[in-house]
């Protein structure tokens, strides 16, 4: 069968496209969550436009094999993940900023456009692309739908989906679907457009995407603020929000992660920092007013120092902390990054449960995350050479999970669901609405072919 399928594609897309190297493969068979399965591909197919993607699913279709489609393979969740025998469909070749409409404040891109570089295009007209991924200068536009990825921008600008108007889509009989418009309004017809937005191409294959643009911003004011307890960030957190803040960015980072960042490189941090709080405001008339409240919560809740950025410069070296989070890790071993979403009410009891599991079962435990929308990152560090350790690990990711859920939070806010959580989905959505994805599921896709094990 695999050399029947490759023939097929290597005869209807050429050589330069079809990929069928084995090392090529292994390479291109996973992103970068551990504990997540990959199989073993057939063939690897570099889409060079939307019709050799309907040609790569009309072959797949005819021979019953599943496609994985995939980005740049920066996620965290296993949803780019190989499974035995499957098309591996990568769409970075298909990395064209199709328009910038500057009038109607949109731009049409295709799905392979690394987000950094949408940011730095539209920036030149005045333009503001605001979802801004850890992953930003690497992670792509169709990645970051496929999941609805967030970033430090969302607490005042939103997610991925909040910025996707219309979608051009290949289903998985090799129809292609355009769903949603141009304009700001429009509510004809069920809102399809959102329904692919976080669907980690279990329903479709996007190929085409238009996102409503921000006016470009004010350069935003900045405050770092220490504290001895984490708990105390983290009612600063609820009580600065509550109070009608509306800042640009507000991240918090535990102390276990400012000792990682403070080894990896050092920023200063006095040795024992609980907890760091960043805040940025771009409101040009009300971003002074804005970090002096910030800094009267700080006071409130037993800051030990608040520090104002004087300049553009000594903002960005603030922020460069939070930036540094994942690159830190890296020389620690695995890290098993968990993307649980809570109230905001509710950040302390998460961030100190978070620590207890991390010590009842023996492991490194780091927390960061987008304090703003509760949504946090805890990374279970660990020796994947050990088993004990890695079981150990395992088990505090789970707990973690769980604690989310019990705090009335998300086992995912922006990272999505793939293989490493799809166990936990139905605990979260309970059977009704589970059911009603699974009839939506096979609605798009009766044969189960695009991404299957993921999500659902």
């Not at 504990?35 to 993607?53: I, K, N, Q």
């Not at 976080?198 to 996007?206: A, D, K, M, P, Q």
């Not at 079981?391 to 086992?411: D, H, S, V, Y």
Request: with cysteine; glycine share 10%.
């Amino acid at each position: 069968m695999s050399a029947e399928l490759r023939a097929a594609l290597t005869a209807e897309l050429g050589a330069g496209v079809v990929v069928t190297d084995a090392d090529v493969l292994a390479t291109n068979a996973r992103d970068e969550a551990h504990f997540c399965p990959a199989g073993v591909p057939a063939a690897l197919v570099r889409a060079r436009s939307t019709a050799d993607v309907v040609a790569t699913l009309r072959i797949a279709g005819r021979y019953g094999v599943p496609v994985v489609p995939q980005g740049a393979r920066t996620g965290l969740s296993g949803g780019a993940n190989a499974v035995d025998g499957c098309i591996l469909l990568s769409l970075t070749r298909m990395a064209r900023i199709v328009e910038v409409d500057a009038g109607e404040r949109i731009a049409v891109v295709q799905p392979g456009v690394v987000n950094a570089e949408l940011s730095r295009v539209v920036a030149e007209q005045g333009l503001f692309y605001a979802p801004d991924p850890a992953s930003w200068e690497s992670s792509t536009i169709g990645g970051n739908v496929a999941t609805n990825a967030g970033g430090l921008c969302c607490v005042k600008y939103g997610v991925t989906g909040d910025k996707v108007r219309a979608l051009e889509v290949v289903l998985a009989d090799g129809s292609v679907l355009r769903t949603g418009r141009r304009t700001a309004k429009g509510v004809a017809g069920y809102d399809l457009t959102h329904l692919f937005v976080g669907s980690e191409g279990t329903l479709g294959v996007i190929t085409e995407i238009t996102v409503a643009l921000d006016p470009a911003p004010a350069p935003a004011l900045t405050a770092a603020a220490t504290f001895s307890d984490v708990a105390d960030a983290c009612h600063v957190v609820d009580a600065y929000m509550a109070a009608g803040a509306r800042p640009s960015l507000l991240e918090l980072m535990d102390g276990p992660t400012i000792a990682v960042v403070s080894a990896y490189r050092d920023l200063g941090f006095p040795a024992g920092t609980g907890a760091l709080l960043l805040v940025s405001s771009d409101d040009p008339d009300r971003a002074a007013a804005d970090l002096a409240a910030f800094a009267e919560v700080c006071a409130r809740y037993d800051a030990t120092e608040v520090v104002v950025a004087e300049d553009a410069a000594e903002a960005d070296l603030l922020i460069e902390a939070r930036r540094l989070v994942g690159p830190a890790h890296e020389p620690l071993g695995a890290s098993l990054v968990d993307d649980v979403c809570v109230p905001r009410r509710a950040l302390a009891r998460f961030v100190q449960g978070v620590a207890a599991i991390g010590a009842r079962h023996d492991v490194l435990v780091t927390c960061a995350g987008h304090a703003g929308d509760g949504n946090m990152h805890p990374g279970v560090v660990f020796d994947p050479a050990d088993p004990a350790a890695a079981a150990r690990a395992q088990q505090a990711f789970e707990e973690i999970m769980g604690l989310g859920l019990e705090l009335g939070g998300t086992i995912t806010g922006e990272h999505g669901i793939g293989t490493l959580k799809a166990s936990w989905l139905a605990r979260e959505l309970g059977p009704v609405s589970l059911a009603a994805h699974r009839r939506i599921k096979d609605a798009f896709d009766p044969d189960g072919l695009l991404n299957p094990g993921k999500v659902l």
